[in-house]
């Protein structure tokens, strides 16, 4: 298995997002493909998962991109037949995203080892940081006041890098002219201020 720490340092250094939020979309799409496969094919699966409702609205959405009518269906009349609906107090149980949430907490922790070494830290100031959502999740759980008020100060050191580089783009009149990894900074700032929701399927 791959270090997740290392894989965080390679998703800092290789792309233009949050690194969190990428690592976490590749993971709920691997997820996503094996929960589709399971639902059509394996019926103890479809009906644990139906009997907690299916999905949140995010991840029916995935669901739905990646599926066949045919497989939503099955799925839905799967629902239903597990009549979890009868309940009193039915609520959704996501199970994606209590996968995910477990696999974002040993996310936080890792890139706290990363702001934490000097080596690593270095490379993590000069990319564009983490989205707003995970620098909260990462300040919540630092009780180092020092390394708080530093990750707040290269947050905005960096913003004000892309603010340069907006105002670079919007001097030039065709789209078309801006080079690629210019452009790749539209969708890196989107994330950067609203998570991986603004990236996913
Ligand atoms: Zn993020
Ligand atoms: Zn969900």
Known sequence: MKDIKQEVIYKIEHESGCPLCSLILDFEFQLLSKLQLDVSNDENVRNRIARKGGFCDFHFRQFKKITNGKTRIVFLKAILDQESYKKEDFKIDCSLCKNIENYEKELIENILRILGDEQTLKIFEVSNGICFDHLQKVESIIDNERLKKNLHAINIKQ??????????????????EIDHSKRNLINALIQKLTGRKSGGL
């Not at 890098?161 to 670079?168: A, G, P, S, V, W």
């Open 159 to 176: 913003l004000d890098r892309l603010k340069e580089d907006f105002d670079y783009m919007n001097k030039i009149d065709s789209y078309y």
